[in-house]
């Protein structure tokens, strides 16, 4: 045997390593503000000031600048941020939220889309049931939506498209005062199509 001692492995040796995964801490991302920033938040060293008056008073200190809004009552608001320094002013910062709140309500209302319903008929169609296309074409008017008149002929009607011209006038006769002809009436295939829009609507 060798002299140097033989080594005797124990069940303790095969045992793995305990490993301790440490969490970091989670932190929740600050709450953006929407809208321009407004006093404490303003973290410049310097801003181009204008007054509560309309002046402008050229490139001050943030702190004197804070504090001319709070000698006036009124907040620091930053109307230019992109401008070196950017640009403040005196102002009532809630009012001039409420007053951009309500500039961008009228951009959406201008900005909203006309629907274009379909009315779809027959040369032959009742009374009763002509009435009742009648009610929907004017619901459709009042809410801003464009309307497409749809007369489709079957069979032998196709002989009788002026029949079917006729009820198209009756229609555009019975709408002159709410509404205007976009395109006047059309055969296309075996349908003759017109399209009314509301009076005032491009």
């Given amino acids: 045997m060798s002299t140097t001692s033989r080594q005797v492995l124990t069940n303790s040796d095969y045992r793995f390593k305990e490993t301790k995964t440490i969490r970091r801490p989670f932190r929740a991302q600050a ?7 407004a006093n404490q938040d303003i973290r410049v060293p310097e801003v181009q000031l204008i007054n ?3 002046d402008n ?3 001050v200190s943030i702190a004197d600048a804070l504090a001319m809004a709070d000698e006036a009552g009124l907040d620091l608001v930053e109307i230019a941020p992109n401008s070196v320094p950017p640009v403040c002013k005196i102002l009532d910062h809630g009012r001039f939220k409420y007053q951009a709140q309500k500039r961008a309500a009228e951009a959406r209302k201008k900005q909203s889309t006309v629907n274009v319903k379909e009315i779809k008929m027959r040369p032959n169609i009742d009374t009763h049931d002509y009435e009742v296309k009648m009610r929907n074409m004017r619901r459709f008017f009042d809410d801003g939506d464009k309307v497409k008149v749809t007369l489709r002929f079957r069979g032998r009607e196709m002989s009788h498209q002026n029949l079917g011209y006729q009820l198209l006038m009756k229609v555009k006769e019975e709408t002159v005062e709410i509404a205007k002809v976009e395109a006047e009436p059309k055969l296309e295939g075996r349908q ?3 399209v009314l829009a509301p009076t005032g609507t491009k």
Avoid: W
Avoid at 31 to 37: M, V
């Fill in 31 to 37: 709450p953006q503000k929407d809208g321009p920033r």
């Fill in 52 to 54: 509560d008056e309309g």
């Fill in 57 to 59: 008073l050229g490139v």
């Fill in 192 to 194: 003759m199509i017109m």
